[in-house]
């Protein structure tokens, strides 16, 4: 699972026109293969088609660039970190929406095994050992930042939990929704320490289009929005079907893992902040916060006014 972790790589593509007829097909791209991070969406087919609306959800893969695909004109809607979305907009993407917040809590974590009793990041960071991580993404400059000087070393983390298990000495980062269910699986006892703990926690799985398409037609725009809210709500209830479906399309996870993954991610989309409002609700604060952030960490040039960077709908 490595929808997440992405390359903050320069934009190369231009904001390209783009043409909205009301009977055509609409791409929505994924950063990652279909898992339970995107049950909703697959779940949300049903509510498309009440809506008079063709939506292809496109599987993604390691590194694929959803923002820029967005900024060609080569999907209509897209999938991303609201990170990533800040650094685009700073790097010349000013024609982009979020307009759905899927997780309000960041599922990007650190695992240790649990025979070592850390109790916070803090101890994780500044303990002798080996944490497994990549280095340039931007919750690993804000830990690096907010703990110094870390005493543990750190290596890159070349994905899968081989090194992890082998060694208890190893702590590596995770999403909580994977590698945990894995280590678990395969008998080894661990402890995960959300990101999110530490004070940085941007959105995820953050469903974005582009400004202009917003204003030009919105009421498509909405009816998308109303549809993954309600398969994200289908999926949150009952995700055994979309499971069976997704497996269609990536067998390479068992039937299993997929439904306790699905269960591990349920606190994370669904919070007091959604059940006060709805399911994808963003905040302005949080949103001010995290390109307030990113500037600290000079991974981005300015400070992003981000008010017109989101929409509630």
């Not at 079907?241 to 269609?248: A, D, G, L, R």
């Not at 604060?285 to 981005?300: G, I, N, P």
Request: hydrophobic share 40%; charged share 20%.
């Amino acid at each position: 699972m490595r929808a997440f972790c992405y390359s903050l790589i320069s934009l190369l593509f231009l904001l390209a026109p783009h043409s909205w007829a009301a009977d055509s097909e609409l791409k929505l791209a994924l950063n990652w293969k279909a898992e339970p991070q995107f049950g909703g969406f697959y779940a949300a087919d049903s509510h498309f088609q009440k809506l008079g609306l063709k939506v292809k959800v496109l599987e993604g893969g390691s590194g694929t660039p959803t923002i820029q695909m967005l900024a060609a004109g080569q999907v209509d809607y897209a999938v991303v970190s609201a990170d990533e979305a800040i650094v685009a907009v700073d790097r010349g993407a000013s024609d982009v929406v979020a307009i759905f917040a899927t997780y309000q809590t960041n599922p990007a974590g650190i695992m240790t095994h649990a025979e070592r009793n850390f109790k916070s990041l803090k101890d994780v960071l500044q303990s002798p050992g080996m944490l497994l991580w990549q280095e340039g993404l931007p919750y690993a400059v804000y830990l690096k930042k907010k703990y110094a000087p870390l005493k543990v070393t750190t290596a890159p983390d070349a994905g899968g939990i081989g090194l992890f298990l082998r060694d208890q000495k190893i702590s590596q980062q995770c999403f909580v929704t994977s590698e945990p269910l894995a280590a678990e699986k395969a008998h080894v006892k661990v402890k995960t320490f959300l990101v999110s703990e530490s004070g940085y926690n941007p959105y995820t799985t953050v469903l974005v289009t582009k400004r202009s398409r917003f204003e030009k037609n919105p009421d498509e725009v909405i009816k998308v929005v109303n549809a993954v809210r309600a398969g994200w709500g289908d999926y949150l209830r009952d995700p055994s079907v979309t499971n069976s479906q997704m497996m269609k399309l990536n067998p390479a996870m068992d039937k299993e893992t997929f439904a306790q993954s699905a269960k591990a991610q349920v606190d994370l989309i669904e919070t007091a902040e959604t059940r006060k409002h709805v399911l994808g609700v963003m905040t302005a604060e949080r949103w001010k916060t995290l390109s307030e952030q990113l500037f600290e960490m000079k991974l981005t040039k300015k400070k992003i006014n981000t008010e017109g960077l989101f929409q509630n709908l």
